[in-house]
Structures are given as structure tokens and as C-alpha cells.
């Protein structure tokens, strides 16, 4: 199984980049996927994540409005739209996998490496 992030960089605040993760050696439209991300010194942190038809989302309280989780199960790969970023939004993005239909971050399968985002002021 992989997980590969793509779509990371360096930005400027108020900027918009969009997280791909394309998967593989799995059955991609089972299972739900998640995007987190953690900044250097810091745990890791739930981001969003969407259900295996992507009939449900959620997405962190503190980025609500501003990014947006999507999948195409015909690709294999799951999105993260991000707008107007912030500084404090620099970190090592991550997306996820897991067959239950709520995971906690515990409960997740399999992991990605991470694409970097970095926001300057």
C-alpha cells in the first residue's frame, strides 16, 4: 500500500494550494480518508477527513471555511483545497487511510510521507 502527497510549497499568506494523495495496493473506495498535519515541535493534528463515497466530511473546527476535503474514488487519490493561508497553517501535511467509517488518528491504516506547505507572512 501507498499513500503519496503531493502539491505542497511555499506560499504567501492569503494564498490557496491544493493537497493531492494518490493511493495505491489498496481498495481505495472502501475506505475513509484523512488529511492531518503536524508543524515542527508540535503534535500531530486532525485535519479533515471524508467518508469512503465521500458523502460525509469534517474538517477541524479551526480550518473550517477555509479548506476543503474531496475524493475522486475513480483516481484513487483524495484532495485538500486550502485558501486564504496563514502562517500558523506551515506544517508536514499527512493523508491516511482506514477502513472505519470514523476513525480516530490511532485508527488509521496506513499513512503517507507528508508534502510540506509553507506559509510566509
Known amino acids: 500500500v501507498q499513500l503519496v502527497e503531493s502539491g505542497g510549497g511555499l506560499v504567501q499568506a492569503g494564498d490557496s494550494l491544493r493537497l493531492s494523495c494518490a493511493a495505491s495496493g489498496l481498495s481505495f473506495r472502501w475506505y475513509t480518508l484523512g488529511w492531518f498535519r503536524q508543524a515542527p515541535g508540535k503534535e500531530r493534528e486532525f485535519v479533515a477527513h471524508?467518508?469512503?463515497?465521500?458523502?460525509?466530511?469534517n474538517v477541524a473546527d479551526s480550518m473550517k471555511g477555509r479548506f476543503t476535503i474531496s475524493r475522486d474514488n475513480a483516481k484513487n487519490t483524495v484532495y485538500l483545497q486550502m485558501n486564504s493561508l496563514k502562517p500558523e497553517d506551515t506544517a508536514n501535511y499527512y493523508c491516511a487511510a482506514s477502513l472505519r467509517d470514523w476513525p480516530s488518528p490511532r485508527e488509521y491504516d496506513y499513512w503517507g510521507q507528508g508534502t510540506q506547505v509553507t506559509v510566509s507572512s
Open positions: 471524508i467518508s469512503w463515497n465521500g458523502g460525509s466530511t
